[in-house]
């Protein structure tokens, strides 16, 4: 199932099969099924299957793998059953599986998590639980291959348009936002460097 640039799936409608959005999108009811989004994502339903976007908040349920270009937020009243991969995260609700963000993990409230951790900053609030193995800034193992997969993800759901094409809503938006491909290639770059910095680091420390 399509949709053209973003919406909404009401409480109560059920989909079967993969969704792709052009744009945001909110996620209400409940998707079996991949979910691929260009814009910001929203589940307050229930989704199974892996989820990709630039980035996502969730005060629903997932049970699935998720791949988030920016930030990740699972809130108080979330849960996640899957591994998440995603450039920064902060979880305040329940997450049964692995955690890697690229840049740094916040772990507030009420957290739950049960998998191994591996970020470059950690912040875990005292009332936190965590079951799993923590890896923390230079300790992290094989950041550039952790990194290249990533990337690697990221080009398959959403690869660089191409030079024949005609720009897709190039140049700053009607707010001065800058357009998606832009922001896009400059979190791209950003996330290179710090894990660039962070080969470099380790090579120091051998």
């Not at 079967?16 to 744009?23: A, E, I």
């Not at 599986?97 to 916040?106: I, K, M």
């Amino acid at each position: 199932m399509e949709s053209g640039t973003g919406g909404l799936l009401s409480t109560g409608v059920v989909v079967t099969g993969g969704l792709f959005s052009q744009g945001p999108m909110t996620i209400a009811g409940s998707v079996t099924g991949d979910v691929t989004c260009k814009g910001q994502l929203y589940i307050t339903g229930h989704v199974v299957g892996k989820i990709t976007a630039p980035a996502v908040e969730i005060t629903g349920s997932v049970e699935g793998d998720i791949t988030v270009l920016g930030t990740l937020r699972i809130l108080a009243c979330a849960e996640v059953k899957g591994d998440v991969t995603a450039g920064a995260a902060t979880v305040a609700g329940r997450l049964c599986g692995n955690l890697s963000a690229v840049e740094s993990a916040t772990l507030t409230g009420q957290a739950r998590v049960t998998g191994d951790i591996e970020t470059e900053v950690l912040s875990v609030e005292e009332t936190v639980a965590v079951v799993g193995y923590l890896s923390v800034g230079r300790s992290r193992v094989a950041e550039s291959e952790t990194q290249a997969a990533f990337e690697a993800r990221l080009r398959a759901c959403f690869p660089a348009p191409d030079a024949a094409d005609p720009p897709q809503g190039g140049g700053p938006d009607e707010e001065g936002e800058p357009s998606y491909d832009e922001a896009y290639e400059a979190r791209r770059l950003k996330l290179k460097t710090a894990a660039d910095k962070l080969k470099a680091q380790k090579g120091k420390g051998k």
